[in-house]
């Protein structure tokens, strides 16, 4: 049992010297010239032993290290007791798989009952208040404190944890990719023809993930910037150094609200910024100009946008390079013996400042490229609208781009920062806090997270990477080493422990399994090898020796190859029609999404509970604010329409029906059809605007001069009331866009004109 006490004793040290050290720091700045000294020290001293509470994070750690590492050694030991005591031969207990399924089933337990710790101390509605997406939660907090009824209704709220959730899961997701791919690595053995996939597949595998993240996240800073955290989302601004006008503009855009051709009441927003920049006024007024002019994009670099990205490049590299140098001097003071490693410390640094660099320079310069360089010239501006590339497309245009600036970087610490990034993308999808209902479903995905963890840390430390886990594995290596000091020889399972000592020592020096392309020793051929013998593959293929000819053909014409050949074909021709058909079921398939899910800003269609009778969910909650929902309409540039709602706005209370109208006239001297689109503001609402009938995504034809009323018919669901992210909300915008159909007068299917 004194095997594990060095792993419990080191888990509760480091997580108490990584949580606490700044505290003090705090205290001392925050006690000058305002605070006594007798207080002060008051202060530190709770700074110091607050970590010690039974819900602190220093005795989680310990709880879920100690527990994953003594609980299998108590259990396989009583096991062998037990099997001694009755005479039992069987060797089941003493096998890897029942040392690998213990391993897990503890490291499950301990992860289960170790969660709840963390989650003892409930969260403060102050605490939720300041992660409301409006930050203001004072008429809640006046519900809340107000009489009886409102201490009954008091919610419970969960969620203090979900980063941590995310850290692991997205952790246990990468040891398992880790394994499966090693796993068909062995199985494909020396194959040439994977030869290629082998070598190029496992470095641009980190690199996409950082991609993908990336984007997910920068999307998010623009359109749903209450899904990020205030620190991160801060970091993002100083980085990203635009003017807010212009980027509410955008927001805007998307909305439905800022509209290129029409006077919405909008233009005070970018007139404000012309006047600061010096730019004509008429710049800022969409009726007048369409597009915005790239010019005010750049923020006063000029019209060019070569310019305007090299000097982005500059001013970034120029911030990343004042936080970055000084950060690498500090952290390698100690070790910085020699001229070498100062250089190295200063390439490292200026490698950093140049990804970051070319991260804001990627991103700003496809925007621009996207909007009014090469977008225009690809597709056709009645095909897609200027209001089309700045409701959303260029902005995805360059999250799409600026992630691949992770390749200026080392392996190693592309690594680091896709798995950094990756959790914080995927807490944009869900909520910082909710009902504490459903805490048991964060608690089971992370109890599963880290027993997969901690089972791969123990059987196969190679699986995990990152930085934190060098730090584990020199902590693993030395409980090893004072259990080889102890001599202990009544270990219940077969494990080589010193040499499972020297596997630990050595992997903090070993390259991670994604980035090597092939492990030392293994006789895989490199890229270059497999390059070569394709090459001469290829000669003895096309060579006048028939000899020759017949040598490089012959492996293709045996019943395995041939058999492997026809499965090949029919997987490529199953990705080939089931890309066609996500091609064509995209449309309809994104519009069910969203109308289930209320992403982006698309109200839900009803929400169905019970026997599916709307009537269930119209109730109307007479002790609830009455909420004003205000109405939009617009049309595209090439639809000569007027279409405007009858009324600016109706009051209602949540699970109350109402019904608006708006009005749709053409003007101009042909029928045509068009269909609408529609969006609800805040979109964090939508779950909760349920429409029982509308006329969106229907086609609507009206003759020349005929004009048409059109109704809604809706409610907001009574849930509304309940769900603490939507506190503060008072004003709901209803949107509708009407676009042209792509059919001609009689209603036929017509294809656009190229031009």
């Known amino acids: 049992m004194t095997l594990e006490c060095p792993n419990r004793r080191r888990a509760t040290i480091y997580s108490h010297r990584w949580l606490q050290l700044p505290s003090p720091s705090r205290v001392w700045r925050g006690k000058r010239g305002k605070t006594r000294c007798l207080h002060g020290l008051e202060q530190l001293f709770q700074a110091l032993t607050g970590s010690i509470r039974l819900e602190s994070f220093p005795t989680f750690c310990a709880s879920l290290v100690g527990g994953s590492t003594l609980l299998p050694v108590l259990f396989l030991r009583s096991c062998d007791h037990i099997g001694r005591r009755f005479g039992s031969k069987s060797k089941f207990w003493k096998s890897k798989e029942a040392v690998q399924l213990v391993r897990f089933v503890t490291s499950l337990a301990s992860a289960w009952l170790s969660f709840r710790l963390l989650n003892r101390k409930p969260i403060t509605l102050e605490k939720v208040n300041q992660e409301l997406p409006n930050g203001d939660a004072q008429t809640f907090i006046h519900k809340q404190q107000g009489g009886t009824a409102g201490l009954h209704d008091r919610p419970e709220f969960a969620g203090r944890t979900m980063d941590l959730t995310l850290f692991t899961l997205i952790r246990a997701v990468d040891s398992l990719v880790c394994l499966s791919w090693e796993r068909g690595r062995k199985s494909r053995g020396a194959d040439p023809r994977w030869a290629w996939a082998n070598s190029i597949a496992p470095r641009l595998a980190d690199s996409a993930l950082f991609a993908v993240s990336s984007a997910i996240v920068m999307w998010a800073w623009f359109y749903l910037p209450e899904r990020l955290p205030k620190s991160y989302r801060k970091w993002i601004e100083q980085v990203a150094k635009v003017d807010n006008r212009l980027i509410e503009a955008l927001r805007r855009v998307r909305r439905g609200v800022f509209v290129y051709g029409k006077d919405t009441g909008q233009a005070p927003l970018l007139e404000g910024m012309c006047k600061d920049f010096g730019w004509p006024i008429e710049w800022g007024d969409p009726s007048k100009t369409i597009p ?165 840390f123990h059987e196969r430390p190679g699986m995990w990477r990152g930085a934190l886990i060098d730090k584990a594995a020199k902590v693993r290596s030395r409980a090893s080493k004072s259990l080889v000091d102890c001599r202990i020889e009544t270990f219940p399972f077969p494990v080589d422990i010193r040499r499972n000592t020297e596997l630990i020592a050595m992997f903090s020096r070993l390259t991670p399994l994604w980035s090597r392309g092939f492990p030392p020793g293994a006789g895989t051929p490199r890229l270059t090898d497999t390059t070569t013998r394709c090459m001469n593959a290829g000669r003895r293929y096309f060579t006048h020796n028939s000899q020759l000819r017949q040598q490089a053909s012959s492996p293709f014409n045996t019943p395995q190859s041939q058999k492997r050949n026809a499965s090949t074909m029919y997987y490529a021709i199953s990705i080939v029609l089931g890309t066609v058909s996500l091609a064509y079921g995209s449309v309809p398939l994104y519009k069910m999404i969203c109308q289930q899910t209320g992403w982006g800003g698309q109200p839900v269609l009803t929400h169905r509970t019970g026997d599916g009778d709307t009537s269930a969910r119209v109730i109307p909650v007479t002790d609830s604010r009455r909420l004003r929902i205000t109405f939009n309409g617009s049309v595209s540039d090439v639809l000569p329409w007027k279409f405007t709602p009858q009324q600016r706005e109706v009051r209602v209370l949540p699970g109350e029906t109402a019904l608006a109208f708006y ?93």
């Not at 390439?347 to 909007?371: H, I, K």
């Open 292 to 456: 915005i002019p790239c010019e005010m994009v750049h923020m006063g670099c000029g019209p060019s946008c070569e310019k305007h990205a090299i000097s982005r490049f500059a001013q970034t590299f120029g911030f990343a390079c004042a936080t970055y140098i000084p950060l690498q001097m500090a952290f390698r003071l100690r070790s910085m013996n020699s001229l070498e490693s100062f250089r190295r410390a200063v390439s490292d640094a200026l490698r950093s400042s140049s990804f970051l660099a070319s991260f804001v320079t990627l991103f700003y310069y496809s925007v621009c490229l996207s909007r009014t360089r090469v977008g225009p010239k690809i597709f056709d501006k009645e095909t897609v609208t200027p209001l089309m590339w700045d409701s959303g497309l260029c902005v995805g245009a360059g999250c799409v781009m600026c992630g691949w600036s992770i390749l200026v970087e080392h392996t190693r610490k592309r690594q680091e920062i896709a798995l950094f990034v990756a959790p914080r993308a995927a807490a944009t999808v869900l909520p910082r806090f909710y009902d504490k209902k459903y805490h048991y479903r964060e608690r089971a995905v992370f109890a599963i997270s880290a027993a997969i963890l901690l089972t791969c």
């Open 663 to 755: 009005t749709a006239t053409n003007h101009g001297p042909a029928d045509i059809i068009g269909i609408a689109t529609y969006s609800v503001t805040p979109g964090q609402v939508a779950p909760y605007f349920s429409k029982i009938q509308c006329f969106c995504f229907e086609e609507q034809k009206l003759n020349a001069g005929e004009s048409v009323d059109m109704p809604v018919f809706f409610f907001i669901d009574p849930d509304f009331v309940t769900d603490p992210a939507m506190k503060g909300i008072d004003t709901i915008t209803l949107s509708y866009t009407f676009f042209k159909a792509r059919y001609d007068d009689n209603g036929v299917l017509k294809p656009i004109p190229t031009n």
